[in-house]
């Protein structure tokens, strides 16, 4: 396995707001419990691996008031706070709960600006770093949902605006009425049907965060592109995944979540785990080719 030193600074920048943060990140999905519902079973080493995180360089840290729900934003307040100046909480709201593994969009401007309240007392903040839209609520006009996020930046409540699963158009859309500076959407090394998104963001400047960034599947089995590339790199498969993320564009911010402390190391290794040019795209032709039959 890779050395852990310093290797999340090895990921380099992106500017977030008014913070620079290093790209290699950490989601805070999987310290609450089954179903992303309720506490964790293990709470101390939920704190455990929050204060670990920070203690290896990582200094953005993406959350959502639907986790839990609430949980994980209280966790990490327990964990880290009072905040470093220099760390990024990333926060979303637009996703209600019900139960466990249930996901209903709510976008009624009236809800998002109580969860930005809620989630601004949770956090222990004055101003929420990044406020991502959970989902884009078909059932509420865009333009408003958009329109109460602009409100809550020029208020000061949100220090700046991402969306998360969105389409080009829904993006370009969005633009019209608030400043976007990031995107979250599914993407990884084999799920790539948000290629468009990326090559959008890129082009435009937006940190474009992949959720589930950690995929590989018959890949990184032996004989596989990834076991390959991570036996010739002394790496791990997870490692490499994370490594032809922060290769493929300098606008992605991976975000690998996990619940334990072992993981957290062996993710924040990712950074010091340099691929060849040739290693690159052989990785990037066999995800493509597994996208696509996935696909069909």
Not at 95 to 119: D, F, H, I, K, N
Request: glycine share 10%; charged share 25%; hydrophobic share 40%.
């Amino acid at each position: 396995m890779a050395s852990t030193g310093n290797t999340v600074a090895a990921s380099g920048t992106f500017k977030i707001g008014d913070k620079t943060v290093h790209r290699l990140g950490y989601g805070a999905m999987r310290i609450t419990g089954d179903g992303v519902w309720g506490s964790p079973k293990d709470v101390p080493g939920a704190l455990r691996v929050l204060k670990r995180t920070v203690e290896l360089g990582v200094n953005f840290i993406d959350t959502a008031n639907s986790y839990g729900p609430y949980v994980s934003e209280e966790l990490i307040k327990e964990a880290l706070h009072p905040y470093g100046k220099d760390l990024l909480i990333a926060t979303k709201a637009g996703l209600a709960r019900t139960g466990p593994g249930q996901w209903l969009p709510v976008g009624r401007p009236e809800y998002l600006r109580q969860e930005c309240e809620m989630s601004l007392r949770r956090l222990g903040q004055e101003r929420l770093d990044l406020f991502q839209l959970h989902r884009i609520d078909p059932k509420v006009p865009a333009e408003e949902q958009f329109g109460l996020l602009n409100d809550l930046l020029k208020e000061g409540k949100v220090g700046a605006i991402g969306l998360s699963e969105v389409s080009v158009e829904e993006i370009k859309s969005a633009r019209k009425i608030v400043p976007v500076v990031t995107v979250q959407n599914l993407y990884n090394l084999t799920n790539r049907k948000s290629e468009d998104v990326l090559d959008y963001c890129e082009q435009e400047g937006i940190g474009f965060i992949p959720w589930f960034p950690i995929a590989a599947g018959s890949l990184a089995k032996p004989g596989g592109v990834v076991d390959l590339v991570a036996k010739a790199d002394h790496a791990t498969p997870s490692q490499v995944s994370l490594a032809w993320l922060l290769k493929r564009s300098k606008v992605i911010l991976p975000i690998p979540g996990t619940s334990s402390v072992a993981h957290v190391e062996e993710n924040c290794a990712a950074g010091g785990v340099t691929l060849t040019d040739q290693q690159f795209a052989d990785l990037d032709a066999s995800g493509k080719a597994e996208s696509k039959k996935q696909a069909n």
